[in-house]
């Protein structure tokens, strides 16, 4: 093998080696990405289940109020507690109150649940990334092998008819 040849061949391996020391990076990269959305979504699920539970004690706090409000103006009136008419507004209030909560109860899981897609989708285009990456440097390595065996073919050749024709001495 010439020295032309094998500089150049040479050249191509340091190009490898930079190849795959770019794609590192930009691995961790992918992963460092991956790991803030990850963070962020897991975030937002703790907001999201805090936000019900204070929307939720609200709910109660206001409930507790109405109840009280509806037994003052029940004495006031004159009506005992346990009547008819007293136990009918507060289970009114109850189950207004009890459907508030189960209304933001599901408002909370659909936003969970978004979230959770997110998730998912997030990891399938950190799995599409990384693969992607994958197949550049995997290319890139057949490529520069196959560029340098076709090299070194024609540079023997070149060198076996160089010697064909200084033996015959055209």
């Known amino acids: 093998m010439d020295p032309y040849t094998a500089f150049l061949l040479s050249m191509q391996a340091a190009g490898v080696v930079t190849s795959i020391w770019e794609s590192q990076g930009a691995q961790k990269q992918i992963q460092q990405g991956r790991a803030l959305e990850k963070a962020g979504i897991e975030m937002n699920m703790a907001a999201n289940n805090y936000e019900f539970q ?11 109020a109405n109840i009280g409000t509806q037994s003052v103006m029940n004495a006031a009136r004159g009506n005992a507690g ?46 599409e990334s990384e693969t992607e ?36 001495g055209v």
Do not use: P, Y
């Not at 207004?96 to 997030?122: H, I, P, Q």
């Not at 290319?139 to 073919?153: C, M």
């Open 82 to 127: 346990g009547t008819e008419g007293a136990a009918t507004q507060t289970q009114k209030s109850v189950k207004a109150a009890s459907g508030d909560v189960e209304a933001k109860r599901m408002r909370m899981l659909a936003r969970e649940a978004d979230l959770r897609a997110a998730n998912v989708l997030s990891g399938m285009h950190t799995l």
């Open 133 to 168: 990456l994958g197949r550049k440097i995997s290319s890139g390595l057949f490529e520069t092998a196959s560029t340098g065996l076709r090299s070194a073919q024609n540079t023997d050749t070149m060198t076996k008819l160089a010697a064909k024709f200084a033996n015959k």
């Open 54 to 64: 204070e929307s939720s004690l609200e709910s109660m706090k206001q409930l507790r």
